[in-house]
């Protein structure tokens, strides 16, 4: 792999089990071929209607070590409260400057969603330019970093743009999906109330069918993706 290539990869999310729901099987792929996952989760779920915020980090934390990841929490405004401000944006680039990820995955920003996922993927997508400009005084303990490209999940069906062209990642391999619904299942506090990991892994069928392969996530980029040459595009998802 290329320098690029090895650098991490940096998933936020706004409640504990939104990244595993949402990308878990990507994570799951890209442990699997070797590149290191660092996961940000901006509250503990505490406005849930199930499971306490010590019941959920703990369910969290045991979810991404299935999944080979590392895991940090911060504090912004609480479960069900985040507000779009500069302090926030400042806070999830200091995290970018750290961590100097090469791509970095964020709930949509559709607004027919939970209110959190939508303004955290507003946030990162500020952070992520915030990130790169060096004369911000209140970043300047950390060096500057330019991401390659920013990525939003879907945790729910109704979170998926519409004017957005995705990208679909197979995440087919029988280990992968192994890992994901372990750790999907990892939430116990959520999976025991609705049947939430099937849903997720019948949304990768579908998609999957589309594409030909047995299951696939779909990524929606920020901005068109760049490519050396049309060898390195893959083909096309129509299988019908």
């Known amino acids: 792999m290329n320098s690029l290539e090895t650098l ?7 409640h504990p089990d939104d990244i595993e729901f949402g990308c878990g099987g990507v994570v799951a792929r890209e442990t699997r071929d070797g590149r290191k996952v660092h996961f940000v989760v901006c509250s503990l779920g ?3 209607t199930h499971g306490t915020a010590e019941q959920r980090a703990s369910e969290t934390k045991e979810a991404a070590a299935m999944l080979g990841a590392t895991i940090e929490f911060i504090d912004l ?14 806070k ?30 507003k946030l990162v997508r500020d952070s992520a330019r915030l990130a790169r400009y060096g004369g911000l005084t209140e970043l300047l ?14 945790i729910t069906p109704e979170g998926e743009p519409h004017d957005i062209t995705p990208i679909l990642i197979d995440v087919s391999l029988p280990e992968v999906i192994s890992a994901w619904t372990a750790a999907m299942n990892a939430h116990k ?47 096309g998802a129509r299988n019908f």
């Open 8 to 14: 991490p990869l940096l998933i936020f999310g706004a």
């Open 46 to 48: 505490e406005a849930g």
């Open 77 to 90: 405004d609480g479960d069900g409260k985040l507000e779009i401000r500069a302090e926030h944006a400042f």
């Open 92 to 121: 999830l680039a200091k995290i970018i400057r750290r961590i100097r990820p090469a791509k970095i995955l964020a709930p949509t920003v559709v607004e027919n969603q939970h209110p959190d996922h939508t303004r955290l993927g």
């Open 141 to 154: 303990d950390e060096k500057a970093h330019a991401i390659e490209q920013l990525f939003f999940y879907a």
């Open 189 to 235: 506090s959520q999976a025991s109330t609705r049947n939430y990991v099937e849903l997720q892994l019948t949304r990768a069928r579908v998609l999957g069918a589309r594409a030909g392969i047995e299951y696939a996530i779909a990524l929606f980029p920020n901005e068109p993706p760049v490519f050396k040459s049309l060898a390195h595009t893959g083909r």
